[in-house]
């Protein structure tokens, strides 16, 4: 599956700092490594447009790329697309809709949101469906190795096989049932030796599309997914998986565990890093509750994707936060004072100010204080009558490559 295309990122001066990010599983924050560097982002299940709390996930990984970049680190991405899966088949029968083409039409429009929000593409870009051979010859092996079992034609893997399961979360069981009830899993499937163990491979049903496969007709589970992609791409002890917070469990949890199963190796990834939830009136932003602002319906309306990008940048990235009606204007006239800043002739030097970005982002991508040190800079600017004519072109150069908003 092809990803979005591209944008020029410029090459800054120097050198930036190693990054440090908050490990959910160690609960601290940890150096994120050298070298080169692995991620593995969950994507989206495309049965509707991208929201705002999506288009914030993407965003703080972006920011990873762009970090590790700066410091001189190769990046080899990962990203998945549930391009099957109960949520869009249920929306394809809804509205009358092929499911295919339902899938098509939202990943394009996801590509061109992320395209317009300046977002790095993914190195590989991979949909269940096309995985599903890797993933049924992963579930096969854990049949063979007693990790898996079938309830009926259905397979489950056995959580009682996984010596590392809740490592990732640190949640105990009562959380775990409580969320995985809520999350999409099957607690109370009758069958099964845990209510906690997940769904690998669903037996075809009918009405429902299916693969041929050696494990019979049907289509694979939504954990395994993640686990054989980034498995086959990355190898085990990558250095970023990440998501949003609503994906600590069951998903990132139960991804581990097939694995570590799989591999007889641990940790899965050497840092977990979620992202906060995006609010309105509050509550969470999501399709269930129908309160989502929509970034096509943004761009839409003519709204210029960089102010959308600052005024999701303007927070942590880890904590939960509101949209609120002053937030994107507050974005628009911030963006308005960076651009005159650096349409300046000369200004003060940009130099302490790409020093300062470098360091707030390499602490946990701290983006509010990275922000608030282009804004000092620019209001020096706007207010001076200029002291170094490659100063403008510089900040110009730190905002687009370190932010990635384009002035």
């Avoid at 991620?39 to 049965?47: D, E, H, L, R």
């Avoid at 447009?49 to 190769?74: E, I």
């Avoid at 840092?271 to 509750?289: F, N």
Wanted: proline letters at 6%.
């Amino acid at each position: 599956m092809d990803a979005w295309p591209t944008c020029d990122v410029p090459q800054l001066p120097g050198s930036g700092r190693p990054l440090r990010l908050f490990d959910t599983a160690q609960q601290a924050l940890m150096e994120t490594g050298s070298g080169p560097a692995r991620m593995y982002v969950c994507g989206i299940t495309p049965y509707d447009a991208t929201h705002l709390g999506h288009a914030a996930t993407y965003l703080a990984f972006d920011l990873v790329q762009r970090v590790w970049r700066d410091a001189g680190r190769t990046v080899h991405y990962v990203q998945n697309v549930t391009d099957v899966d109960d949520p869009l088949l249920e929306r394809a029968a809804h509205t009358g809709e092929n499911w295919m083409s339902l899938a098509e039409r939202e990943i394009q429009l996801f590509r061109d949101d992320m395209t317009a929000l300046r977002v790095l593409p993914p190195d590989d870009y991979i949909g269940a469906v096309e995985a599903v051979p890797e993933i049924t010859e992963a579930i096969g092996r854990l049949l063979d190795d007693g990790a898996a079992y079938h309830v009926h034609d259905d397979i489950y893997f056995s959580v009682a096989s996984a010596p590392g399961f809740g490592r990732e979360s640190n949640y105990d069981r009562d959380t775990m049932l409580r969320l995985f009830a809520e999350r999409g899993g099957d607690p109370g499937q009758t069958g099964k030796k845990d209510p906690l163990d997940p769904l690998l491979w669903r037996a075809h049903r009918h009405g429902e599309p299916f693969w041929d496969t050696p494990l019979g007709r049907g289509r694979p589970g939504w954990h395994i997914e993640c686990s054989v992609i980034a498995l086959n791409r990355l190898g085990m002890g990558f250095d970023v998986q990440g998501g949003g917070s609503d994906l600590i469990f069951p998903h990132h949890e139960h991804s581990a565990a097939h694995a570590e199963v799989l591999t007889g190796q641990a940790p899965f990834a050497r840092a977990y890093v979620h992202t906060g939830m995006i609010g309105l009136d509050g509550e969470k932003m999501s399709k269930s509750r129908g309160n989502l602002v929509l970034v096509s319906k943004l761009r839409a309306a003519r709204i210029d994707p960089m102010a959308v990008r600052l005024a999701l940048l303007d927070g942590h990235y880890r904590a939960d936060r509101e949209w609120t009606g002053g937030r994107l204007p507050a974005a628009e006239a911030r963006l308005d004072r960076w651009r005159a800043a650096v349409a300046l002739d000369s200004a003060p030097d940009a130099r302490p100010m790409l020093e300062t970005v470098r360091e707030r982002l390499a602490d946990d991508l701290d983006t509010h204080g990275a922000i608030a040190a282009v804004d000092e800079w620019a209001e020096a600017a706007l207010a001076s009558d200029g002291l170094d004519p490659e100063a403008p072109t510089l900040a110009r150069s730190t905002v687009d490559a370190l932010l990635g908003v384009a002035l």
